[in-house]
């Protein structure tokens, strides 16, 4: 399969615990990437593997996976998070690249 | 520090072609999968194709017949062409280091993205 699927926009309390979603048969086989794109940037990797985290990615993020479906969980929401997330890996074929169609984060 | 830059005209005719290079330093491009993206404006982000450290690409089927990689190693910099572009085609686009590990396979360094704007 050559689709990721997100919920389109997702809301937390500032301080509170959010969980993003990201659905597809190729997460089968290989575990999910995030991304946080903030207004006129690049996306910047936060979650990749098996919940892994690159330098200067604050531990309130984390990933898990279960089945066809990745989390991207934020513990304790700041306002600097609200942004766009985006899921992605390869294909179940490995052959190409896919992404979810993103997840706007607003933290009220 | 890896970077990576793109380089290329912000503007493009319609049914012309799009040149893009991206110049990567930090790193020698003899490695891993260097990936173009693009976003259109308001959209989310789409696929376009990578080239491998030993010159194999795949791209998007939606954009297979109009998308050709091509990598300089000696330059270290790898390139997008795409042929008779559209409006459809307006984007910013990115290009992107991607690595491979036991369990998949991530892109670790973007470039900034540059804006493509097709217009007559």
């Known amino acids: 399969s050559s689709e990721l699927t997100q919920d389109p926009a997702v809301s937390v309390a500032l301080g509170q615990t959010v969980r993003i979603t990201c659905q597809g048969d190729?997460?089968?086989?290989?575990?999910a990437n995030w991304f946080q794109q903030k207004p006129g940037q690049a996306p910047v990797l936060v979650i990749f593997?098996?919940?892994r985290r690159p330098s200067g990615i604050p531990d309130r993020f984390s990933g898990s996976s279960s089945g066809d479906t990745a989390s991207l969980t934020i513990t304790g929401a700041q306002a600097e998070d609200e942004a766009d997330y985006y899921c992605?890996?390869?294909?179940?074929?490995?052959?190409?690249?896919?992404f979810g169609g993103g997840t706007k984060l607003t933290v009220l | 520090q890896m970077q990576l830059q793109e380089s290329g005209p912000g503007l493009v005719k319609p049914s012309e072609t799009l040149s893009l290079t991206c110049t990567v330093s930090?790193?020698?491009?003899?490695?891993?999968?260097w990936n173009w993206i693009r976003q259109s404006p308001g959209k989310g982000l789409e696929w376009i194709g990578y080239?491998?450290?030993?010159?194999?690409?795949n791209y998007n089927p939606s954009l297979n017949s109009r998308v050709t990689m091509s990598l300089d190693t000696s330059k270290n910099q790898f390139s997008l062409r795409v042929t008779s572009m559209t409006a459809a085609d307006t984007a910013v686009y990115y290009c992107?280091?991607?690595?491979?590990?036991?369990?998949?396979?991530?892109?670790?360094?973007w470039g900034q993205g540059t804006l493509v704007t097709v217009s007559s």
């Open positions: 992605n890996s390869r294909d179940r074929s490995g052959n190409s690249v896919i």
């Open positions: 080239i491998s450290y030993s010159g194999i690409s």
């Open positions: 593997g098996k919940n």
């Open positions: 992107a280091r991607e690595v491979p590990d036991s369990v998949g396979y991530y892109c670790d360094f």
């Open positions: 930090g790193d020698s491009i003899t490695s891993y999968y």
């Open positions: 190729s997460l089968r086989r290989y575990y």
